[in-house]
């Protein structure tokens, strides 16, 4: 039971990976007849005065280097070589750099500032939706359902840009844009990191305001429905603690479908978040998709969106597989064989 | 007259059990006022380009103020707002009828399409669907058109309308009224146009919001990467504008302030227009939000 539910979980994550893969090599070649070689030597041309003579023969040259000029088919299956290796190629827009390398300079933070933020939202969202839904919580709780309405509705990115109005440009409590000061050299000390942590608090707020509320509200709808189980019930029958009945047993049993909606959600919420550095200037995927998009780099574009593909759908098949573990069902069966 | 009366009372009666829709609604309508009537009241032509002075705080000559090309900014946000309201609406529509295609494809006729349909839209919904949109208008030729944007955002809203419009096919083809029509001698398309899709309506509805929500979030999500329609004033451009002029920190909160409200607005509406008619369409949660 187990073993199989691995190894179709696996298989999906495969589906996943190549189906996104295959997306990002045919999209680009369906969208239009577009030759990024062509556009960027037109670019060059423009920026170091016309060139007339050898342009055709210059083409040729790029496309035998970048293996343009062979069939599609071998195209696609060095192009998958490729993405296995995790290599894209030249940044077209910087080109000495390797797409890999500014991908790999710019993962980090998008990872700790997303990571953050989305756990904790995920966590605080969930048990204040849950005291939501509890008939013997504080009062007050209710009163805060409609800002939660409300932040759960608006993009992430706009909230930013309210909050860096408010905090950053009004009240200089906060740095306007970027990971770290100017004129800083990135080392691990004290003083960088506290830095860092003053550039994160911003955006890193953006985030969790705006998931503490859809977490919140999802978790109060299971919670309504779960509370009207029998063995609630059968609990304050018994004359359980009522931190016992919550935790142990309401909470324990809607845990499991907010976890698959953790998992079906995170898309949502990276797309969000690539938006939000924008808004900050942080220097993430999102500033370098940014980039990547006004200089027209298509190897970065594809890099990038390839990589927060990945980290989508490794992201979910760890939900898939800590998922066994919250449902004690699985386990039992694993127990008895 | 009679009958007009007590209809009117129903729907109240119900709007007042149902105070979410109404109210998501209202605000809707509310933006779609707004549109009719400043197009109405100003030309559009003022917000394009050098149609006023640049960066001019809001005052009576202009009362939204401008940006930095001297666009006049009530007129960009009047135009926006329907501009944005139209793309979401249309790819809306698009999603849903694709939606309801492939919805009664699979879940009616099941078999091996059932099973290849329901894996691409699994796998599409694990994919964010920004990243695949970035891919595409990247791509495009040099200027995105309206029709161009519209499709690119349709071309990711139907999947969450497929799923739900496939789950509720399921179930209604194992209830009663199925068999019976089918042994009375209608054909499959005579049930799925007069037996099911009456029942389906609460759900093509809440499928037809959640499409226009998820349209209109993608929309101004690529317009923000500066990935629209770049010639015409729309929401999301208007935000890319102001932060690549950083009208943050120059102090032009008159620059992207309106946008945000609306777009927030427009959100919100959605949000419980959608939250309502998942009530009507679910009667289980009318208690859980």
Redesign the interface.
């Known amino acids: 039971m187990t073993i199989s539910y691995f190894i179709k979980r696996l298989i999906?994550f495969v589906?996943?990976v190549y189906?996104?893969a295959t997306?990002?090599f045919i999209?680009?070649r369906l969208?239009?007849e577009?030759n990024p070689i062509v556009e960027r030597m037109g670019q060059t041309a423009a920026a170091a005065g016309i060139l007339t003579e050898g342009v055709d023969e210059m083409q040729k040259a790029w496309e035998a280097k970048f293996g343009l000029d062979k069939p599609l088919w071998q195209q696609y299956l060095n192009y998958l070589y490729d993405v296995l290796h995790l290599d894209f190629g030249y940044s077209l827009a910087y080109f000495p750099a390797k797409v890999r390398d500014q991908i790999a300079g710019a993962l980090p933070w998008t990872i700790c500032l997303f990571g953050v933020a989305t756990i904790m939202a995920f966590l605080l969202g969930s048990l204040s939706g849950a005291l939501l839904a509890w008939p013997k919580a504080p009062k007050f709780l209710q009163y805060l359902l409609p800002f939660i309405?409300?932040f759960?509705?608006?993009?992430y990115?706009?909230l930013g840009?309210?909050l860096?109005?408010l905090f950053a440009?009004t009240r200089h409590w906060f740095p306007?844009s970027g990971g770290y000061s100017i004129g800083v050299f990135p080392e691990f000390s004290l003083d960088f990191l506290l830095d860092v942590l003053r550039h994160s608090i911003l955006p890193g707020i953006a985030i969790f305001l705006a998931g503490v509320g859809f977490w919140a509200?999802q978790m109060?709808?299971?919670m309504?429905?779960g509370l009207e189980e029998n063995y609630i019930t059968f609990a304050e029958a018994k004359g359980l603690k009522g931190s016992r009945i919550f935790f142990r047993y309401a909470i324990r049993n809607v845990l499991l479908p907010q976890v698959t909606a953790l998992a079906?959600a995170?898309?949502?919420v990276?797309?969000?978040a690539?938006?939000v550095e924008?808004?900050f200037g942080y220097p993430g995927l999102g500033t370098l998709?940014?980039k990547a998009?006004?200089g027209?780099d298509?190897n970065l574009?594809?890099g990038i969106?390839y990589i927060?593909?990945l980290i989508?759908?490794v992201s979910?098949l760890i939900v898939d597989l800590i998922y066994p573990l919250l449902d004690p069902r699985i386990t039992h069966h694993r127990g008895t064989g | 007259m009679k009958p007009m009366t007590n209809h009117i009372f129903r729907v109240a009666s119900y709007g007042r059990r149902n105070p979410k829709s109404v109210g998501g609604l209202a605000v809707i309508l509310f933006l779609v006022l707004f549109w009719l009537a400043g197009s109405m009241l100003i030309s559009p032509s003022k917000a394009e380009p050098i149609s006023g002075l640049p960066d001019q705080p809001p005052s009576w000559k202009y009362l939204l103020g401008t940006d930095s090309n001297g666009r006049q900014l009530l007129p960009v946000m009047i135009v926006g707002t329907g501009l944005t309201l139209r793309i979401g609406f249309v790819a809306g529509c698009i999603g849903v009828c694709v939606a309801i295609i492939l919805g009664f494809l699979t879940g009616y006729y099941r078999g091996l399409l059932d099973t290849l349909i329901m894996?691409i839209v699994?796998?599409l919904?694990?994919?964010?669907?920004?990243?695949?949109l970035?891919?595409?208008a990247?791509?495009?030729?040099e200027v995105i058109s309206l029709n161009s944007m519209i499709l690119i955002v349709a071309s990711l809203s139907w999947m969450l309308p497929t799923r739900t419009i496939r789950a509720q096919v399921l179930s209604m083809r194992e209830s009663g009224y199925v068999p019976m029509a089918k042994l009375s001698g209608m054909n499959d398309l005579e049930i799925i146009v007069r037996e099911l899709m009456p029942n389906l309506l609460p759900y093509l509805a809440a499928g037809f919001v959640s499409a226009t929500a998820s349209a209109v979030?993608a929309t101004?999500?690529l317009e923000?990467?500066?990935?629209g329609p770049q010639s015409l004033p729309t929401l999301g451009m208007t935000?890319y504008w102001a932060?690549s002029f950083s009208a943050?920190?120059r102090?032009m909160?008159w620059w992207?302030?309106p946008p945000?409200i609306i777009?927030?607005a427009l959100?919100?509406g959605?949000?419980?227009l959608t939250a309502g008619l998942d009530e009507i369409a679910n009667p289980?949660?009318r208690?859980?939000?």
């Open positions: 999906y589906l996943v189906g996104a997306l990002i999209l680009p969208a239009s577009r309405l409300t759960s509705a608006v993009p990115y706009l840009l309210v860096l109005f440009f306007l509200l109060r709808g299971l309504v429905l079906i995170l898309g949502q990276i797309s969000g690539i938006l924008v808004v998709l940014l998009v006004s027209f298509y574009i594809s969106v927060i593909i989508i759908a979910t | 894996g699994d796998i919904l694990t994919i964010p669907p920004l990243a695949v970035v891919v595409i990247a791509m495009t030729v979030l101004i999500g923000a990467l500066g990935l935000i932060i943050l920190l102090g909160w992207w302030l945000v777009i927030a959100f919100v959605l949000f419980l289980k949660l208690r859980s939000i």
